[in-house]
């Protein structure tokens, strides 16, 4: 090593969060009994009354006429528009799912397992606005993506890239993916998903794969996972079909998520709303499996109620969660991975209403071992806002439940028999050798949260939370630095990026491009 | 009926809460498999920990000769103020306790069954300060301890009326319990906490409830519950057993609690205070057991950790909720009911952070099954304050809570097949039969919580929870009506109370009352 090697690994060393990039950030790995909500014939009902619906009712498969094709091919019904599949040809593919899958990303200490006790979690994904103290709600832009990226790669609590992070809505929607896909690969090392707003855009998001991992890898081992949406009730379009077909037969995974506002996109009650649930995901996931058997796959949920009086979305019920808890079980129930959950709220700032309603989402959604949690930092008004200050408070919660899922230690050092020894019955432990040993790791060390006296807290200015996590988010950024990433592939993704860009701007159509 | 009883129903019938106080408030059924942290041989591991812990480091009883005694004419050993008592001893008595019991309250339709699957929310306890948006913190006084009974007393969700409100600074220390009962039954008729600041003043809570309900009633069915706390570690005092005495000859409930702040109070191991938490909690119910046998207890935790940094004591951190779970499992192994939990935060405001600590203790109160649920309302700055603006912000969740324990109805009609019959895939279910017939109790509908839009929101004034609930309190209040009392019975009480407020002026000994 030479003085100069020295110097800059000495700079590496200290610059913030080295240390985890260089360990990587692993999931958290559930450790406790899952809570259920379900008996087991429970569990078995809604199973049921999903098959029925499939057979009975169908799916709607609209403007995609090969995705009918390959269900007619497989052995299911097909009535126009309508597919109806019965159990038995619907299981036979489900069941080709791998139960659990790794996900690549370009730094291979963050690479990801989803499925079994993996719990990951990914930044809230779709907003068209950002929200901060600074100035309210605004419309997003690339600069804003690009900071939520720099946020999570930043994040210690957040293993994986998410998506969407916002719409960058000052760059044409036709060849936005390109630059969030971009900021993704250069800004982060963490796994990213991909685009589905095409299947061109999917396409894009395979080729930048293989520039980043090469073919072969990515053939082994998903570099991506894309969220494959039902417009519910019972219905698939051909924007979310044909991305999932290019993702399919690429062997990248997908997401596959009935997106259900109970009461408006499937009955009130929440039986009826898990079977349908379980209808839609069950059938995107046997048509990744028709395309191409053992694409790996995640059974998702993102469900929640609407305000019957008003029509608006409501986040953080107790209806929410006992469908929160029933989806991981039916999920389970079929040994596939499961989405679902993050801190959700229907408020517009990060005050009390969002604090209740985000841990009253990441609460069942830990203790029902979801497995890939979108949506687990800054979101706002029931997902149309990115935060700044809720995604740095989010993420307070996210390393809570990194600590919570470890459950309780039962060493002879944990019942602490030499503090009892050296502290008598009615004096303080705070001196005790034994709390001196465990004085680092004893308790969940708080970032953002304040646990300041009155006094304290007024002298300094009387800051909530909303307040506090403004400096916090700013001071991140400030100190983000960029991953290194190898110039040559850097240079070929910049390259890609520009031709497709031409391409998209002249009306041209895609040129396959390989390696 | 003549015209003047019917106008009087019906002004009755229309009287804010009117509903609620004729059918009284049920507590909550859990109908859900209940949440464990713990497997079966980590509950023995903690059990025998905690009886390591009272054989051979004992618990000190300060200052009271009689209970040494009465624990070494049971078979302990006593050295000084040193108790050291063994498992069979121990559990001898233990099992004597029921392992459910009812309270009685004054409207008959209030009576509480406390143990089993039931659930019971009750407010803060025992602020010296109460905190609003109009004035910040101040000391508390008999008229805010008069508010918040009066708005417990309208609180659908609460099932008790709590003991210590907030502590009434403006009446004298030695007879401000006198005003808080005095408060507690005239402005409620919800069941009520005695006074355990001193033995003569759960004498003059006995003696306010045998005139109220009458000596045999209380003898049959205790009118109180009293909180009974050990100065851990490891330690009691003649205040606190001085009163349990009292109530347990009087057949009146108690509530033994540790009161643990870990890394402090205990060693900053959960294993070491579950078990801990354990011995002192079992000791105080063997006392009550040994005094007199079959007396209505409640195994108590009060479990947060300290910030190791600062000292300063942390709620809703990943370890209490831990804790929380290993305490039910504890108190379930030896069949007694148990009290832990509510809606802690460390805040000073009802801020974000506030939302995300509260939401953070309720959630695994109510997923481990806690019987008696202290400080479900109200609760600031780690009990310091008894927050307005919190109390109606934390009712929103208990409401949340009375729906989740429910589950999830799995009938006929909650699978909705005419739903799905009369609404095809890809059409919404605003308009359905089966939306229409479930309109009124679908979902929860929320009371402080705003799912308004953005622009609907900041068009009323970009109000957050705070501030909303700032008006919801104050209408409260103006709302609020007492219920009638027998006026002899109110006669009799204001009598004694006037005789005890004479006594203690004049530092007279107590003059036994009997009916």
Sequence with gaps: MTDQDRRAHRREARRPGAATRAAGVRPLEMKLPLTEVLAPDGVESIHRASMRLLKEQGILVLDYPPARETFKQNGATVEGELVKIDEDTLLHFVKQAPSTFTQLARNPANNLTLGGRSMVFAPVYGPPFVGSLDWGRRRATIEDFRNFAKLTYMAEHLHHNGGTLCEPNDIDVKERHLDMLLAHIMLSDKAFMGSVTHADNARDTVTMSRILFGEEA????????SLINASSPLRFDDRMFGALEVYARARQAVLVTPFIIAGAMS????????AQQNAEALFGICYAQMLNSGTPVIYGSFLANIDMKSGAPCFGTPEDALALYGGAQMARHYNLPY??????????????????????????????GVN?????AGWL???LIAGYEKFVIDLEMCGMMARYVNGVGLSDED???????????GQHFLGAQHTMRHYDTAFYQHKVFSMDNYEKWESEGSQDTYHKANAV?????????????D????EELNAFVEQRRMEIRQGKPRTEWTR
Tied chains: 1, 2.
């Design 473 to 485: 988010w700013k001071k991140t950024l400030k100190e983000y630095e960029q991953p290194p990433l």
């Design 267 to 274: 009955p009130s009650t929440m039986a009826a709303t898990l």
């Design 415 to 425: 019942f602490a028999w030499d503090a009892y020894q050296e502290i008598g019955p």
């Design 339 to 368: 989405r679902s959950g993050g801190n959700f709220t229907a408020s517009r700032t990060p005050d009390a209403q969002a604090g209740y309603e985000s841990a009253s989402t990441i609460w069942p959604t830990v203790q029902a």
């Design 372 to 376: 890939f949690v979108l949506h687990a």
């Design 487 to 490: 110039p040559a592939i850097a």
């Design 218 to 225: 990515i053939q082994q081992t998903p570099a991506t996972l």
């Design 381 to 383: 008004e029931g997902g």
